[in-house]
Protein backbone atom coordinates (compact mmCIF):
# COMPACT_ATOMS: atom_id res chain seq x y z
CA UNK A 1 0.00 0.00 0.00
CA UNK A 2 1.81 3.43 -1.05
CA UNK A 3 1.54 6.51 1.39
CA UNK A 4 -0.93 8.35 -0.47
CA UNK A 5 -3.50 5.25 -0.58
CA UNK A 6 -2.96 5.21 3.47
CA UNK A 7 -3.32 9.40 3.45
CA UNK A 8 -6.71 9.69 2.22
CA UNK A 9 -7.91 6.86 4.74
CA UNK A 10 -9.96 7.18 7.45
CA UNK A 11 -8.64 5.87 10.82
CA UNK A 12 -10.76 3.36 10.98
CA UNK A 13 -9.46 1.49 7.72
CA UNK A 14 -5.99 2.74 8.49
CA UNK A 15 -6.29 0.25 11.80
CA UNK A 16 -7.96 -2.25 10.23
CA UNK A 17 -5.13 -2.51 7.38
CA UNK A 18 -2.27 -2.34 9.72
CA UNK A 19 -3.53 -4.96 11.57
CA UNK A 20 -3.77 -7.33 8.45
CA UNK A 21 -0.55 -6.51 7.50
CA UNK A 22 0.98 -7.49 10.38
CA UNK A 23 -0.53 -10.61 10.76
CA UNK A 24 1.20 -11.70 7.24
CA UNK A 25 3.56 -9.84 8.26
CA UNK A 26 4.25 -12.46 10.90
CA UNK A 27 2.78 -15.45 8.38
CA UNK A 28 0.22 -15.75 11.69
CA UNK A 29 -3.02 -15.42 8.88
CA UNK A 30 -5.47 -16.94 10.95
CA UNK A 31 -7.96 -19.35 9.35
CA UNK A 32 -10.94 -20.34 10.17
CA UNK A 33 -11.83 -23.29 11.85
CA UNK A 34 -13.90 -25.76 10.32
CA UNK A 35 -17.00 -26.30 12.40
CA UNK A 36 -16.84 -29.90 13.77
CA UNK A 37 -20.72 -30.00 14.56
CA UNK A 38 -22.20 -32.57 12.24
CA UNK A 39 -25.34 -31.13 10.60
CA UNK A 40 -28.48 -33.67 10.59
CA UNK A 41 -29.95 -34.65 7.12
CA UNK A 42 -33.94 -33.69 7.82
CA UNK A 43 -36.24 -37.00 7.26
CA UNK A 44 -39.82 -36.56 6.95
CA UNK A 45 -41.78 -38.71 9.40
CA UNK A 46 -43.68 -41.71 8.14
CA UNK A 47 -46.32 -42.90 9.99
CA UNK A 48 -47.87 -46.81 10.12
CA UNK A 49 -51.48 -47.53 9.98
CA UNK A 50 -51.32 -48.47 13.52
CA UNK A 51 -49.86 -45.17 14.65
CA UNK A 52 -52.64 -43.01 12.52
CA UNK A 53 -55.19 -45.32 14.44
CA UNK A 54 -53.86 -44.76 17.47
CA UNK A 55 -53.48 -40.61 16.20
CA UNK A 56 -57.40 -41.24 15.50
CA UNK A 57 -58.54 -42.68 18.64
CA UNK A 58 -57.25 -40.13 20.42
CA UNK A 59 -58.72 -37.20 18.47
CA UNK A 60 -61.78 -39.06 18.85
CA UNK A 61 -61.94 -38.86 22.38
CA UNK A 62 -60.96 -35.45 22.51
CA UNK A 63 -64.39 -33.59 24.10
CA UNK A 64 -63.45 -29.90 25.58
CA UNK A 65 -61.77 -27.26 23.97
CA UNK A 66 -58.08 -26.88 23.72
CA UNK A 67 -57.83 -31.09 24.05
CA UNK A 68 -57.29 -31.06 20.35
CA UNK A 69 -54.54 -28.72 19.69
CA UNK A 70 -53.19 -30.32 22.90
CA UNK A 71 -53.04 -33.47 21.02
CA UNK A 72 -51.83 -32.10 17.95
CA UNK A 73 -48.88 -30.28 19.70
CA UNK A 74 -48.02 -33.49 21.45
CA UNK A 75 -48.04 -36.13 18.73
CA UNK A 76 -46.38 -33.07 16.51
CA UNK A 77 -48.44 -33.14 13.49
CA UNK A 78 -50.76 -30.24 11.80
CA UNK A 79 -54.70 -30.75 11.54
CA UNK A 80 -54.39 -30.78 7.64
CA UNK A 81 -51.99 -34.33 8.07
CA UNK A 82 -55.47 -35.74 10.10
CA UNK A 83 -57.21 -34.27 7.32
CA UNK A 84 -55.09 -35.78 4.44
CA UNK A 85 -54.89 -39.55 6.53
CA UNK A 86 -58.55 -39.43 6.47
CA UNK A 87 -59.15 -39.40 2.89
CA UNK A 88 -56.80 -41.26 1.92
CA UNK A 89 -58.02 -44.72 0.15
CA UNK A 90 -57.90 -47.51 3.20
CA UNK A 91 -56.75 -50.80 1.88
CA UNK A 92 -58.94 -53.83 1.95
Known amino acids: MTPSMKASMTDSEHSAISASEARR ?11 PEVVPVARRR ?32 YS ?6 RNQPQPP
Open 25 to 35: ANGAEIAAAPN
Open 46 to 77: RFSGAEKQRIFDAFDRCANSGEVGALLRREAI
Open 80 to 85: SMLSTW
